[in-house]
């Protein structure tokens, strides 16, 4: 290849998955302690972040108490909302989306009020957990969405990894400038689901995650907040 840097080493890794180059690289972000055996630490980063530090200090100054640390969302709040951000944007396939949220909701409601993490930057450290934490959170991109985003807060919960939310803007910050969508050359269609089928207002209805989107927005207009309930209960706001 003719990719060339000043900075980085350049190593040319054959497709996990040869016919989804997505998911292939969700491997390689995911899988730090198989893909970088050699290292105690490591950093990962998005191809649309640039780092406006010295790698070594951002160490330094970040991997202090956690071995996993992660920024946090600053323009979304919550799982449930980075669900409807994913849905709403046609990010992937609405019918893995709707089954993951479904899954979750009945399975571990509480994360879906948790607050969303920014997986663009991922500092982590060497450990058992981790490298647990890394498995499950791969499972889940294979079983449900690719969108990893989704799925990291329930890995976090599921193997209780201790970990830090970063709090800085993801656009920009004392560490990092996140680069335009037209200046990193992405697709037309930026990344979204395209599919044939021709989804009709009543099976746009006919799951759960769409009829809570209905109610979350007619609940918005009144001022109510909305609350994830287990499949069996009800919401504490009624």
Not at 11 to 35: F, H
Not at 82 to 102: N, S, T, Y
Not at 127 to 135: I, T, Y
Request: glycine residues 6%.
């Amino acid at each position: 290849p003719n990719l060339r840097s000043r900075y980085w080493e350049i190593v040319v890794i054959t497709p996990r998955y040869p016919s989804d180059p997505i998911r292939s690289a969700r491997y390689i972000k995911i899988r730090s302690t198989r893909m970088l055996p050699g290292y105690d630490e490591t950093l990962w980063i998005d191809n649309r972040v640039v780092l406006s530090v010295d790698p070594t200090v951002l160490f330094e100054r970040v991997m202090v108490q956690s071995d996993f640390v992660v920024p946090g969302h600053s323009f979304r709040e919550t799982v449930k909302d980075e669900f409807d951000a994913v849905l709403d944007q046609r990010l992937d396939d609405p019918r893995r989306v709707r089954r993951q949220f479904g899954d979750y909701r009945a399975n571990l409601s509480s994360i879906l009020n948790m607050p969303v993490l920014w997986t663009a930057i991922i500092f982590r450290r060497k450990c058992d957990k981790v490298s647990e934490l890394e498995d499950l959170w791969h499972e889940q991109v294979l079983l449900y969405s690719r969108r990893d985003q989704l799925s990291i807060s329930y890995a976090i919960a599921m193997t209780g990894v201790a970990y830090e939310a970063l709090d800085i803007d993801n656009h920009g910050s004392h560490m990092h400038t996140w680069v335009t969508a037209s200046r990193a050359g992405r697709v037309f269609n930026g990344g979204r689901w395209v599919s044939d089928t021709d989804y009709g207002p009543a099976a746009l209805f006919a799951d759960y995650t769409n009829r809570y989107r209905l109610v979350r927005g007619l609940r918005k207009l009144i001022d109510r907040p909305v609350v994830v309930a287990p499949r069996e209960g009800k919401p504490a706001n009624g």
